[in-house]
């Protein structure tokens, strides 16, 4: 049964370039360490939210859980009907005080704002207030429900992707009950240990459901790491942990779409012009000169097509192309950009010979198209 938990893996591989190790090892620490609920504890919740106990609620009801996070923890049951699922139950007084660490650090943010000049070059108001946004709704179970069935309805018609389903009756802001997932995870050694032709249709797979998520649906899950996908005996892939999310509408898509396009030319020119549609400060310098830099930065992709082309460290020099020009890119962005590069780095530790940006291909596209 895939536990519904969250895992430092992918998070480590792209954090590297901008963390030193020994804080990248902290940092998981705290996110993979984190001590249970009680049973007492959680039985109380099933209580308040259902009227009873887990055996009311449920036919049965596993007290040991299957996975612990920040936030809350997981646990096997069934349905009266037999059906097997997992209640994620959210963790009692966590709001209080991750709605006063949100307050500090917007507090913060403001400050910077103004007494700091290189916040210039990362617009920190904005990305913290995303951030903020992002974690209250992770904390409310009713918006990841809500969440997951869009995906299911959005996915309905793909046999390789598997969303879960809700079962409202059991339900609320601080309850979730899902189906159950069952397969191991997209890191595991059995999967990557597959055959190279499984390897390779798997992360077509999962690459694909990205792109349709950017391009196509305009909402994604902007948290894919190894430990919320799985591959099924089936072979198709079981997505789960639907808080983290984000929403593109249809002109930043077409602005995607064009940079892609810029890329997939090799028009250092076109490139520099499309990242300016995607910032919120337009020009804030010498525009001439980020031509330049791009110029000179693209030179080492020339004669490379954009399937044959990295995204991951080609996203992190763009990132510092711009902020050596102090031009902030849209808030959003930093969630997608995240998305993306973990969407590549699991596809690169499945099959070594993944390029994210081949699948991307057929979305280059120029902005009227």
Not at 112 to 122: F, V
């Amino acid at each position: 049964m895939a536990p519904h938990s969250s895992s430092s893996a992918s998070y480590s591989q792209h954090a590297r370039t901008f963390f030193p190790r020994q804080h990248i090892a902290a940092l998981a620490r705290l996110q993979d360490d984190v001590p249970p609920l009680v049973p007492e504890q959680v039985r109380t919740i099933i209580e308040q939210e259902f009227g009873g106990f887990p055996d009311v609620a449920f036919a049965t009801f596993m007290d040991a859980p299957l996975a612990s996070a920040s936030i809350g923890q997981a646990h096997a049951a069934t349905l009266d009907d037999g059906t097997s699922v997992v209640v994620k139950v959210r963790s009692p007084g966590v709001v209080a005080p991750v709605q006063e660490d949100l307050e500090i650090l917007q507090n913060l943010a403001h400050q910077a704002s103004r007494n700091w000049a290189a916040q210039a070059d990362y617009n920190v108001e904005a990305i913290v207030s995303t951030f903020a946004a992002t974690l209250r709704a992770e904390r409310d179970y009713l918006v990841e429900g809500r969440n997951a069935k869009r995906f299911a309805q959005n996915f309905a018609h793909d046999t390789g992707v598997h969303i879960p389903k809700i079962y409202w009756s059991t339900t609320t802001s601080r309850a979730l009950t899902m189906e159950s997932i069952y397969g191991q995870r997209i890191d595991d050694a059995q999967v990557t240990g597959l055959p190279v032709v499984d390897r390779d249709r798997l992360t077509t797979t999962a690459a694909k459901a990205a792109a349709q998520k950017i391009f196509e649906d305009g909402f994604f899950h902007a948290d894919p790491h190894p430990g919320n996908l799985f591959v099924e005996a089936t072979g198709r892939i079981g997505l789960i942990d639907f808080g983290m999310v984000g929403e593109l509408d249809e002109q930043l898509q077409k602005r995607l779409g064009k940079l892609l396009l810029a890329f997939s030319r090799n028009n250092p020119e076109r490139i520099s012009h499309a990242l300016l549609g995607l910032s919120v400060n337009w020009c804030a310098s010498d525009c001439g000169g980020l031509r330049q830099d791009m110029a000179d930065f693209m030179q080492q992709y020339r004669g490379r097509r954009l399937g044959e082309i990295r995204l991951a460290p080609l996203i992190v020099e763009m990132v510092t192309i711009l902020r050596t020009h102090h031009i902030q890119l849209l808030s959003g962005i930093a969630l997608l950009t995240k998305m993306v590069t973990m969407t590549e780095g699991n596809g690169v530790g499945l099959h070594p010979g993944f390029n994210l940006g081949e699948v991307l291909k057929p979305y280059a596209r120029p902005a009227g198209s």
